[in-house]
């Protein structure tokens, strides 16, 4: 999917104002670019999930590498 800067800020303003969080202006601009990488992202993932010809661990992919205690 492709997304436009007015809307990845437009859903970014929803998200906000659905979660009653307000964010100072002076971060607005980073959390917006930090925003899309995370639509990029799930994106991808998604993209994956569907292509894939067996139920995906989304969970096991995720932690694959790290210690668990």
């Given at each position: 999917?492709?997304?436009?800067?007015?809307?990845?800020?437009?859903?970014?303003?929803?998200l906000?104002?659905?979660?009653?969080?307000?964010?100072?202006?002076?971060?607005?601009?980073?959390?917006?670019?930090?925003?899309?990488?995370?639509?990029r992202?799930?994106?991808?993932?998604?993209?994956?999930?569907?292509?894939?010809?067996?139920?995906?661990?989304?969970?096991?992919?995720?932690i694959?590498?790290?210690?668990?205690?």
């Open positions: 999917m492709t997304y436009t800067p007015q809307s990845v800020a437009s859903e970014f303003d929803l906000m104002s659905r979660a009653k969080l307000e964010i100072d202006a002076g971060w607005r601009e980073q959390m917006l670019v930090e925003f899309s990488h995370m639509r992202e799930l994106d991808i993932i998604h993209t994956l999930a569907n292509e894939a010809t067996a139920p995906v661990d989304v969970a096991k992919s995720i694959s590498g790290r210690d668990e205690i």
